[in-house]
């Protein structure tokens, strides 16, 4: 029993990881297309003003481009060590039981 058990929350975490991989996937395919989209704004936009205007124009998309990456980046950070506290607090939580069930227990200190 507590081997089919350990065999559930084995599979539980490999397809957690999955759906992680695959929303990374998504992610990565959205930003590529974002990013192609831009280019093709950037070039028509630079071909339509003049040299000094474009260069200008430019650098500052690429300063805003740059904070939101940044941006998005701190925003993924967090959600991500958010789902794996819980993800880690949860698996904490089982194997609290599992122990009980065979009658050992996890000393917690109070505080």
Do not use: P
């Amino acid at each position: 029993m507590f081997r089919r058990e350990a065999l559930r929350s084995k599979n539980k975490f490999v397809q957690r990881e999955r759906d992680r991989i695959r929303k990374d996937e998504e992610i990565a395919d959205r930003t590529a297309d974002l990013n192609r989209i831009k280019s093709v704004i950037l070039k028509a936009e630079f071909e339509c003003l003049g040299l000094n205007y474009c260069e200008k124009a430019l650098k500052r998309r690429e300063r805003t481009q740059q904070r939101e990456m940044e941006l998005w980046n701190t925003a993924v950070t967090l959600v991500r060590r958010e789902a794996l506290r819980r993800m880690l607090e949860q698996e904490r939580q089982l194997h609290i039981r599992e122990l009980s069930k065979i009658g050992l227990a996890i000393y917690q200190q109070r505080t």
